[in-house]
């Protein structure tokens, strides 16, 4: 059985209850025995009423509905979370989508938040034109888009970067030549001024 996966209990549920349903595991009392097992010690304590009353006939039910309640975001929680506006980073956009999809509730007013802090996170050079692609295609068409868009970008960024460094580099060993040639000038004329007994100007 699959340990506890605080970060996403219904997906833990879900393949929790799949192994029940593969070993033929349908009591209330063993469902709740490897559910238990399957919790790891420091979070036993979020579920220590049930544990304590677990005599009763859907004790199985009462921990789960006690381990989703504790560890899932309240909807508040969630939007708070997106209004949070968790950094891009380094992440292709359409994976950082796919974090905002999961954290929101999946209604129409979520998904326009969604969409609205998606694209605000976005490098703000390319906002623009993202923008206007979400005018003719869905978002999910557009964030595979925009992936290539940043990388692009990104690469001509740093090309340019790469550019301007080699540039400065060129210009610093220009210079020195010049100021090599220079000392070399000043050398000589001092050297001929001694030669020749010539005063100082």
């Known amino acids: ?3 506890l996966f605080p970060h996403d209990p219904e997906v833990w549920f879900a393949a ?7 070993r033929h595991i349908t009591s209330q009392r063993r469902k709740y025995t490897y559910a238990f097992e399957s919790l790891p010690r ?5 579920v220590r009423e049930v544990v ?6 859907n004790v199985y039910d009462r ?6 309640r504790y560890f899932l975001l309240s909807r508040e929680e969630r939007l708070r979370t997106l209004l949070a506006r968790h ?4 992440a292709k956009p359409s994976h950082y989508l796919t974090r905002l999809q999961s954290l929101a509730e999946l209604t129409a007013a979520d998904s326009e938040i969604v969409k609205e802090l998606w694209l605000e996170s976005l490098p703000s050079h390319i906002q623009p034109t993202v923008t206007t692609l979400l005018e003719d295609a869905p978002l999910n068409q557009v964030t595979l888009r925009a992936d290539k868009i940043l990388a692009r970008t990104s ?3 740093n090309y340019i970067v790469a550019s301007t460094a080699r540039s400065n580099v060129d210009m610093d060993a220009s210079h020195f030549q010049t100021q090599g040639d220079r000392d070399d000038c000043i ?8 030669c020749c007994n010539i005063p100082e100007p």
């Open 42 to 46: 420091d979070h036993i304590v979020a």
């Open 16 to 22: 929790l209850e799949s192994q029940f349903e593969t």
């Open 52 to 57: 304590l009353n677990s005599n009763v006939p």
């Open 155 to 157: 690469n001509r960024s």
């Open 187 to 194: 050398h000589t004329r001092l050297s001929f001024q001694d």
């Open 63 to 68: 921990l789960k509905e006690a381990i989703l």
């Open 1 to 3: 059985m699959y340990l």
């Open 87 to 90: 950094p891009l980073g380094d």
